[in-house]
């Protein structure tokens, strides 16, 4: 059974930076697609990033591109999203995601299988 566990948010100031991790168990995941998503209050689910796991190839939502990367660690299964010169926007409850085979391209929420429970990361002004 495929777990996500996500850990790392909290309150950062504005111009901040914070690193969430994903940690993830119950199956291989050289084929999968990891996801970040985020959701805030009243507000649907929204991509963040996306990495291949085999390849590395990454994506990202125009409104965090050049502020956060996603990486991968094989040997520890964990995804890294590193999030730089954050914003009171970038305010969410954030989730990571996964699916088998696929590509960076799958962008909705309803496209990935499994879910961690979320982390709250909070930016304050």
């Known amino acids: 059974q495929v777990q996500l566990v996500e850990s790392g948010g909290g309150l950062v100031q504005a111009g901040g930076s914070l690193r969430l991790s994903c940690a993830a168990s119950g199956r291989t995941f050289r084929s999968y697609i990891m996801g970040w998503f985020r959701q805030a209050p009243g507000k649907e689910r929204a991509f963040v990033a996306a990495?291949?796991?085999?390849?590395?190839?990454?994506g990202y939502a125009d409104s965090v591109k050049g502020r956060f990367t996603i990486s991968r660690d094989n040997a520890k299964n964990t995804v890294y999203p590193q999030m730089n010169s954050l914003k009171p926007d970038d305010t969410a409850v954030y989730y990571c995601a996964a699916r088998p085979y696929g590509g960076i391209w799958n962008r909705r929420a309803n496209e990935y299988d499994y879910w961690g429970q979320g982390t709250q990361v909070t930016v304050s002004s």
């Open positions: 990495i291949n796991w085999s390849s590395g190839d990454t």
